[in-house]
């Protein structure tokens, strides 16, 4: 069954013009443009008879069509001068932009609508939060802490040894906390990093997180003397 088209179908002539053509499976660089006048010129008739409005600029392109049909029947008597440029050529130029023009609509809708399923939060000052967070009952900053426990995972991954199968019962922060307590209350000052004697992703992360409790709630002080020197742990003042 036939799908009977409407003027409102379609956003200008150019939309009408490509609309047909597709429809006539012809290349946009060849119309055949005397059946594709025919066809639009049909098309306006058509819409006459529904007695709907037909705006000037479908008008317009009927015009132009019908030049363009005109300069292709007429013979060319100028065969040795320089062959004329193709009668065509304008319109589809015309049809190649406004074709690029609906490629490029169609992808940002197709993103428009992929862009509704994300969600997002709106900036915040952070600046509060950075403060709070400076210093963590020491000199030493959050990220001089992540600094240094990212270097020590990664020389731990380098120096493990391979084809080693370890097997670790799982280790909470809190028993962490508690071992860390028990081995500043012998030594009073420790290396940051002998902290860390199991080389297990759950054992690091929990000692880290157990440090952070810790240095957060002012029972540990960590300190650095110089950038390039270790962060070593010991007992807070106040403790």
Sequence with gaps: ???EFKIQDFEGPLDLLLHLIKESK????NIEIE???KQYVDFLEKQEKMNLEISSEY???AAELMEIKSKMLLPNNKIEEEEEADPREELMNRLLEYQAYKDITKLLQEKELLRQDIY???PENMEEYREESKEICSNVTLDDLMDAFLKYYQRKIENRPLNTKVTVNEISISTRRHEIKNILKEKKKVSFFELFPVATKEYIIATF?????MAKSKEIRLVQEDMS???TCEVCENE
């Design 1 to 3: 069954m036939e799908v």
């Design 26 to 29: 012809m290349d946009i660089m």
């Design 35 to 37: 059946s594709i006048t």
């Design 59 to 61: 008008l317009v392109m």
């Design 120 to 122: 997002t939060k709106s």
């Design 209 to 213: 997180l157990a440090i952070l409790e």
């Design 229 to 231: 020197d270790e962060i």
